[in-house]
């Protein structure tokens, strides 16, 4: 149980992983890199078989705000995305997947734009598409070209580009309008909840788009959604849903 007598942090990774000892320390390694001081670090081990709880305590057990959560079973990918949602305290939420990785200042860069616009549901950027995240990342740009978008502006964006903006990995998201509305990842469409989620977010409030690259996402990565369990071809079906 949270204890509500301490001050949330400004900003919660959430970091969902299972069977990630070969990527669980390279995802951690990109958070551990942004600059920002006052976050929380939340794991949340999917009942995983390997090593990844013991890497990830080993990283972390000098790291102010940092916690593991293991759960009892496995819950399902998407379950325990929104089981993060659950335990993460700060105001804004920020996830970090075990197979991507992000860019130094990636997440500052989006939190930055947050504090200059409070009041808006998420902040979006781009995805940098790599077959090998680099030993030697790039940073994230200092100064990016932002744009304001209403709801209605954010769904046309999202309509015409797809992961350009509605990605997991590169949106900082209003924890306070999750927590008002009791929004959650649906399960029942497995390769398209986080952009489901992000129209969500979009029809409730401003979104900040960020014309950057925040994180790398590695395609080297097999599998990603083998088990999505659907047969649709378009994420643009989620307008539908």
Known sequence: ??????????????????????????????????????????????????????????????????????????????????????????????????????????????????????????????????????????????NPEKNIFAPRETLQHLAKYNNDTGSLGGILINGEVVRKNKLRFRENIPFWSDFYFSIQLAALGNTVYVDAESYYFDTSVKGRFANAGTGAKSRSLCFEA
């Open 1 to 142: 149980m949270k204890n509500k007598t301490m001050e949330a942090p400004e900003i919660s990774y959430c970091l969902p992983a299972f069977n990630s000892s070969a990527r669980i320390e390279r995802c951690l390694g990109g958070v551990l890199a942004q600059v920002h001081a006052a976050r929380e670090i939340l794991v949340v081990d999917n009942a995983s078989t390997d090593d990844t709880v013991a890497k990830a305590r080993a990283l972390l057990q000098d790291v102010p705000g940092a916690r593991i959560v293991v759960n009892e079973k496995n819950l399902g990918r998407v379950e325990n995305w929104n089981r993060c949602l659950e335990l993460a305290s700060g105001h804004y939420l920020k996830f970090a997947l075990a197979n991507d990785v992000l860019r130094p200042g990636g997440a500052d860069m989006l939190l930055e734009a947050a504090r200059a616009t409070p009041e808006v549901s998420m902040v979006c950027s781009k995805e940098c598409r790599v077959e090998a995240v680099p030993e030697v990342a790039t940073p994230a740009p200092k």
